[in-house]
């Protein structure tokens, strides 16, 4: 943002100032600064003090190098701007949620991030005082609904529960109508969790070796689901093919309810998914979890094998959730939802709950979240690279 400097005679000049100060609103903040940002000087462009182009005292107006005066003047000025905008961002943050804040799920029903968000929802609003509401926009592997969020105002009323999906895709999608990195805030990560492999019933494997071997015996016939190109589920079965040395084809759909509606009808055999809104069906045996993704066995079902122990060394694949908000969001909101988010995560009946399901609560900063998602979006670009997926 460009600042200039313009002379104007007399303390009229400082009163100008001031008056601007004082009707500033904190709604203002969140655009400000949108132009030139002006400076008044209260003294005459001419005479003793110097010209605005020379005299060592006055140091010139940019034209000529400026001098020890102009200088000072100018840090004075960038400061009393940061500071002006820190104090409204701070003001319109007090009065912060003043309306129903609403969590994009960019995934269908019943699936993980819609289950983590509606879990989370009514804590978050007895915390912040106003309803959480969770809408669901599910498309094209959540590009649909990560893509409202990425174009809201940025206000803190529209977050998106996030998917470790988010961060794939930027490295794996040709084209996208936002920038995965630089449209979205982070706020807080919540959860990790290893993938977990399940099979219909109609596959005769109970064991991650066992399915290898039957999926070799019918190399091309074994269908999988994910919830669509570039997502998590996707890129863990195609990693998954690749070190087993299997043959498989790819269902897409358009998120983990439609996935498991896909494996109960035998449309599809087998699919990687997140085990804690799955639970109901792979403990009643309409699914059959064989194996999980993680490094090691987990706490909370300590009898399940991982994948890497079972037949494919060196396989993982974990995912996360978490929320963010569309960036040039106002920190002290950032900051304040993550605060909220975090305190929802660690309250005694809600860690219970997600440590259960083998989830990992990880609720950090705003920053920690930023660094894994560029970590995340590396790593897994590469494995796509690797494998040859590349999506339009």
Known sequence: MRITIEGLAGFTACALVAGASLVAGASCAQSYPSKPVRVIVPFAQRGRTGS???GWWWGGDGALPPGLWHRALRKFAIALVAGASLLAGASFAQSYPSKPVR???????????DVLARFLAP???????????VDNRPAASGIVGADLVAKATPDGYTLLLVFSTHAQSAQLFAKLPFDPIKDFAPITLVI????????????????????IAYAKASPGKLNYGSSGPGSSPHLAAELF????GIQVTHIPYKGVAPIITGLLGNEVQFAFGNMFSTE?????GRLRLVAHAGAKRLEAMPELPTISESGVPGYEAIIWYGYMTAAKTPRPIVDRLNQEIRAVANLPDVHKTLTSQGNEVIAGTPQDFAKLVVSDADKWGAIGRRLGVKLD
């Open 280 to 284: 109901g069906h792979w403990r009643a």
């Open 192 to 211: 990790t969790t290893p993938l977990g492999l399940m099979l219909t019933p109609a596959v005769p494997a109970k064991s991650v070796k066992e399915f």
């Open 103 to 113: 969590v994009i799920v960019p995934f269908a029903p019943g699936g993980g991030s």
């Open 123 to 133: 804590r978050l609003s007895e915390r912040l005082g106003q309803p959480v509401v």
């Open 52 to 54: 605005r182009r020379g």
């Open 241 to 244: 093919a690749s070190m087993s």
